[in-house]
Nanobody
Framework: QVQLVESGGGLVQPGGSLRLSCAASGIIFSIHAMNWYRQAPGKQRELVANISRGGSTNYLDSVKGRFTISRDNAKNTVYLQMNGLKPEDTAVYYC?????????WGQGTQVTVSS
């Protein structure tokens, strides 16, 4: 079965950096687009970044220039490098993919930006 496991979250001061990882299994990773979403308390889940199987990327406007999504097909892993973190980036971050039209989500990793 498809499994996505996120890691790398934590508490960081404003201006700091974190790198999130999402390890995938149960899919032919290289042919799937991968997505990072986030959900802050009391807010809807939003798409932060995605990367196509060919490496094309898209970003939420508020993270452009600060976050970078990348993938390592040899490791079946997608990353989200987050620099210049702000308190409003505080959220649970989720990895998502699709297979045969069905969505698969990871369990999420908490990112807290606070001084």
């Amino acid at each position: 079965q498809v499994q996505l496991v996120e890691s790398g979250g934590g508490l960081v001061q404003p201006g700091g950096s974190l790198r999130l990882s999402c390890a995938a299994s149960g899919i032919i990773f290289s042919i799937h687009a991968m997505n990072w979403y986030r959900q802050a308390p009391g807010k809807q889940r939003e798409l932060v970044a995605n990367i196509s199987r060919g490496g094309s990327t898209n970003y939420l406007d508020s993270v452009k220039g600060r976050f970078t999504i990348s993938r390592d097909n040899a490791k079946n892993t997608v990353y989200l490098q987050m620099n210049g973190l702000k308190p409003e980036d505080t959220a649970v971050y989720y990895c998502k993919t699709q297979k045969f039209g069905r969505e698969y989500w990871g369990q999420g990793t908490q990112v807290t930006v606070s001084s």
